[in-house]
């Protein structure tokens, strides 16, 4: 409050106005005094934060690298999912193929009835499949699907251990996040660059402030205690208004403790001219601390609102870390079911290719008894043309003889009818004996003849065992 001189003429009844309103002045000394807590408090809080800030940065780090070291394990327990996913549905697809190539070869065995004359008189009708074990391929089919099962219980055990992991790994990540669309939520990066310390300097040049406004309506009312006392009758008017002094004021007041020094008449006018230019000025300088007082107590409201969001992030990354203790403790649990999976995954993979490849084998044997019984076919309309063209020579050759032996018959009896008369009979034995006679028969008449098969039936069967029509 700036002060200049002056010579105005005031009666007790108005300085004793002036003292009264200076007195109520002084009573934002609580505003003074609540600044300077609200400073130490700020710089307490500032010295907190310091140490806070710190430490959840270095959480927040430390907790970051854990999380991406997890974010590797469940990528990598994720592709092993993925890929023996991938692998399953191949074995799966595989095994489709194979089983419908086997059951298309059984449905040709079924649908092809053996010739009836293959077979002995009065037996049912019979298909090839009659001559099929079908209980092998139901047997190997079951375990195989005891093998897929095996499998696929595996895959599940696995999928329940990775979705735990995932579980555990996205309340981390809801923790670690940050979420812009929360309110309050302070992002970790920021942390170490506080708005406090400039809140503080902020908040010290207003309690600079009031304090200095504070010490001038003090030395103002001071200066009206003095001018009443120096007026007559002023001194016990005075001591009563002084007696009631907020708390903290009174030990700053010198004039009302102090003896009353003489004063001349120019003092006295000089002092009077100052206490009228300062009680102009007083409820300005009382607005102003009460202003800087509100200013204060908003920016304590914003450190007391930071503390609040450090605090609250730093309870995060230490739950966070804990969380990751936790889960750290059980990382080896789901590494393990990995290396569990995996094997379980080769050893059933393994019996699947095993199974699948006598499955193969199995449909190999049967297309080659397919093909065999085609085979057959055809070998029987080769044996029967054999037959036939052997039976043709047999009986060429009995008709041959036959007509060889009646002209040597023939010719005998001339021989004998032209020089028989002069021969004798006992010149030569076989003489008058009849010309030799030969005979063709089955050697082995336990062999029976071949079937008869129709030609269309030889000509199907040798269509699909050489995609060519007959020769003959």
């Known amino acids: 409050m700036d002060s200049s001189s002056g010579l105005p003429t005031e009666q007790p009844r108005t300085l004793i106005a002036h003292l009264l309103a200076a007195k109520r002045s002084l009573s934002c000394v609580d505003h003074v005094y609540r600044a300077d807590d609200l400073v130490k ?27 991406r070291l997890l974010e ?60 099929v074990d079908e209980s092998g391929v139901a047997g190997l089919l079951s375990t195989i699907k005891e093998c897929i099962g095996a499998s696929g219980e595996a895959r599940r055990v696995y999928g329940e251990s990775n979705a735990a992991l995932e579980d555990d790994i996205s309340q981390i990540r809801h923790l670690l996040t940050t979420d812009d669309n929360q ?3 302070m992002d970790p990066k920021h942390c170490l660059h506080s708005p406090v310390p400039d809140i503080l300097q902020g908040m010290e040049e207003h309690a600079q402030e009031m304090a200095d406004n504070l010490e001038s309506l003090v030395k103002h009312f ?47 006018a000089e002092m ?37 969001q450090l605090a609250e992030l730093h309870d ?16 080896p649990k789901y590494i393990t079911q990995s290396h569990v999976f995996l094997l379980r995954w080769d050893e059933e993979k393994a019996k699947i290719a095993d199974h699948m490849e006598e499955l193969e084998s199995l449909r190999e044997f049967y297309d080659g008894f397919f093909s065999a019984y085609d085979n057959l076919i055809i070998e029987i309309g080769r044996r029967k043309t054999t037959e036939m063209r052997m039976k043709k020579v047999v009986q ?3 008709a041959k003889m036959d007509k060889l032996f009646e002209e040597d018959l023939a010719e005998r009896d001339a021989f004998r009818h032209e020089q028989g008369d002069f ?18 028969c089955q050697e082995d008449q336990v062999v029976k003849s071949v079937p008869d098969i129709s030609a269309s039936v030889i000509q199907r069967a040798i269509r699909r065992v050489t995609g060519r029509p007959p020769a003959y």
């Open 41 to 67: 408090k700020t710089r307490q809080a500032l010295e907190g934060h310091t140490i806070t800030a710190a430490r959840t940065v270095f959480l927040h780090n430390g907790s970051a690298a854990q999380a």
């Open 72 to 131: 590797l394990v469940l990528d990598h327990t994720c592709s092993i999912a993925r890929d023996s996913g991938s692998e399953f549905q191949k074995v799966i697809g595989a095994l489709d193929d194979a089983q419908a190539k086997l059951q298309h070869t059984l449905d040709q065995l079924r649908a092809t009835k053996v010739e009836s004359s293959l077979r002995p008189d009065g037996e049912p009708s019979k298909s090839l499949v009659d001559f």
């Open 183 to 185: 309110e309050g939520m």
């Open 222 to 268: 001071d200066i009206c205690v003095t001018a009443i006392k120096h007026t007559e009758g002023g001194g016990a008017a005075a001591q009563q208004i002084t007696d009631d002094l907020p708390e903290g004021v009174a030990r700053e007041l010198a004039s009302t403790e102090m003896p009353l020094e003489p004063m001349s008449e120019e003092e006295r």
């Open 272 to 308: 009077l001219g100052i206490l009228e230019k300062d009680a102009n000025e007083v409820e300005e300088v009382v607005m102003e601390i009460r202003d800087r007082s509100a200013e204060i107590e908003r920016n304590y409201e914003r450190v007391e609102l930071y503390t609040e």
């Open 316 to 331: 995060r990354k230490t739950t966070a870390i804990s969380m990751m203790e936790a889960i750290c403790e059980r990382l």
């Open 396 to 398: 060429d050759s009995i």
């Open 423 to 440: 021969l004798p009979v006992d010149i030569w034995p076989g003489l008058m004996m009849p010309p030799q006679r030969y005979k063709i």
